[in-house]
C-alpha cells in the first residue's frame, strides 16, 4: 500500500511517499504554497495519480505536552478540506520533534544552512510518514 506523508506548512507543503510495500518512507518533493488550499490539494491529488497512493498521512503538529494549538488547529480545518477534495483517505499522525530530526540528520550530514531550508519539510514528511508507517498494523502477525 503505497501512502503519501504531507508535512503542512504556511508557505511549503513537505511531501514524502513510501515504497509500494508501504515499508519505507522516502522524500520526495516540496510543494510552495498557492494563493489557496484548493490549488495545493490539487496538485496532492495529481501525485495521488501519477504514483497511484492509496492514503494521505498529514502531519500534526500537536504541542510538547499533546494540546491541540494554533497549528494543529490550522492543520485540522485543512485536514477536513483534504478529506473532501482527495479520492484517498486521509489520516493524521502526530509529527513533534519531525522537523528537529530532520534538521540534525541534515547537519550531522554538515548540510549548509541554505541548503538544508530547501529539503527540510519533505525531511520532515518522510520522517513522519516513517512513524506512521512503523505504528499503523498492516496485518502482520
Do not use: F
Amino acid at each position: 500500500m503505497r501512502s503519501l506523508g504531507i508535512d503542512l506548512g504556511s508557505k511549503r507543503i513537505g511531501v514524502a511517499m513510501s515504497d509500494s510495500s508501504g515499508v519505507i518512507a522516502s522524500p520526495l518533493m516540496v510543494i510552495d504554497r498557492g494563493s489557496n488550499h484548493a490549488l495545493d490539494h490539487k496538485k496532492i491529488q495529481e501525485l495521488i495519480d501519477e504514483h497511484s497512493v492509496e492514503c494521505v498521512v498529514v502531519g500534526m503538529p500537536l504541542s510538547m505536552s499533546g494540546k491541540v494549538g494554533p497549528a494543529a488547529k490550522s492543520a485540522q480545518d485543512e485536514i477536513i478540506e483534504m478529506k473532501s477534495a482527495l479520492s484517498v483517505a486521509v489520516h493524521s499522525y502526530d509529527e513533534r520533534l519531525t522537523s528537529k530530526t530532520a534538521n540534525d540528520s541534515m547537519i550531522k550530514a554538515n548540510m549548509k544552512a541554505q541548503a538544508r531550508r530547501r529539503i527540510v519539510d519533505k525531511i520532515a514528511a518522510a520522517v513522519m510518514l516513517q512513524g506512521w508507517l512503523d505504528h499503523v498494523d498492516r496485518g502482520k502477525p
